[in-house]
């Protein structure tokens, strides 16, 4: 009763948040009109209470992915360690002219179902221009790396940087990370799991892992039930704790870094209910957290219905990111 009683008092306050309305919920998926799995209202109620309450700040200037701010030089091509004995690369992106002293950094993990898609472009490049040093990462993809392949290539990237942080002027105890779909499984993980035996053996052995801040948009977070069969070897009857290994959900704790979840309530790929309950569980969990939640918008947080615009356009999305990132990598 008493539960009750505190959602019923806390949803009124969630009304203010992104365009005054709770999310509405979507029903069917128009691509294979199969049902979307529903959120508890009770859940959205709370995970709302974990949105920002400061308000939205000025929105990034956006000009594309490929087209970057003057203010910001790149690189291609690096070698950053090898995974399955393949080499690995990476891009990177700094300001034309550096702050003084030591930067804050942020890796991007790209998307594309665990099997497409490259670490070209580096869509972290935009925070270069506001004084950060950017890496987008290359990790083995699905069918032919299967789990741990993945997490132990975004692990490796984070030592490499770590261990590299002098030659890029970068502080080694303030790097973030930001993924997207899958890619937002990955940087999950990466905030999540801390076992040893998923560090791999790609390079910079006993440089740390680990992460100061993650964000994540609209990746899937819970294999409680089995994850996606192109990931693994063994199917989730057969392995359940290979699955479970994979999941950030069931790794939840405390002492976790803070986390940034954003997701579009019209997703039709990963449901909106998934990042509800992980941000939920998180807040259950004393691990801190934000929750954004982009009205009318579909995976990768665009706009779905051509006649009613998002709640927050992608200027506005990373004006949030920036907030975020700043208070936890530039503190």
């Known amino acids: 009763m008493k539960r009750l009683l505190l959602l019923t008092l806390l949803l009124p306050l969630t009304l203010w948040s992104q365009s005054t309305i709770v999310p509405d919920p979507v029903k ?9 799995p529903q959120a508890d209202p009770a859940d959205i109620a709370l995970a709302l209470t974990a949105e920002p309450t400061t308000p939205q700040p000025p929105a990034f200037v956006w ?40 930067m804050p950094a942020l890796i991007w993990v790209h998307g594309g179902a665990w099997q497409g898609d490259s670490q070209h472009p580096n869509k972290a490049a935009y925070f270069a221009s506001r004084g950060y ?22 692990k490796l990237g984070v030592r490499w940087l770590r261990a590299n942080a002098a030659k890029y002027h970068v502080d080694p105890d303030h790097i973030g990370c930001w993924g997207e779909s899958a890619g937002g499984h990955l940087v999950s993980c990466m ?8 560090e791999g053996t790609g ?5 740390s892992s680990k992460v100061q801040a993650v964000c994540n948009w609209n990746g899937p977070v819970d294999f409680r039930k089995g994850g996606p069969g192109v990931l693994f070897t ?26 940034l979840v954003m997701h579009g309530d019209k997703d039709h790929t990963v449901p909106y209910k998934d990042s509800v309950e992980f941000v939920v569980a998180m807040l259950k969990a004393g691990a801190p957290v934000e929750f954004v939640t982009v009205l009318n918008a ?20 990373f004006a949030r990111m920036a907030e975020f990132f700043d208070k936890y990598l530039k503190k």
């Open 234 to 259: 063994q199917s989730f009857k057969e392995n359940p704790a290979l699955h479970l290994s994979a999941s950030p959900y069931v790794h939840i704790k405390a002492t976790q870094p803070p986390f």
């Open 28 to 36: 069917v998926s128009p691509q294979n009109g199969r049902p979307i």
């Open 191 to 198: 905030g999540t799991l801390d076992d040893p035996a998923l």
């Open 133 to 154: 040093f950017t890496a987008s990462i290359e990790y083995r993809l699905a069918p032919k790396a299967k789990w741990p392949a993945q997490i132990e290539d975004c």
């Open 298 to 317: 579909q995976h990768g947080l665009g706009q779905i219905d051509p006649k009613v615009p998002p709640s927050m356009g992608i200027g506005e999305v």
């Open 203 to 207: 390079g910079y052995p006993g440089v």
């Open 63 to 102: 000009r594309g992915w490929e087209k970057l701010p003057d203010d910001v030089q790149t690189q291609t091509g690096i070698v950053f360690g090898t995974g399955g004995g393949q080499p690995l690369h990476a891009e990177i992106a700094w300001p034309k002219n550096p702050p003084p002293g030591l």
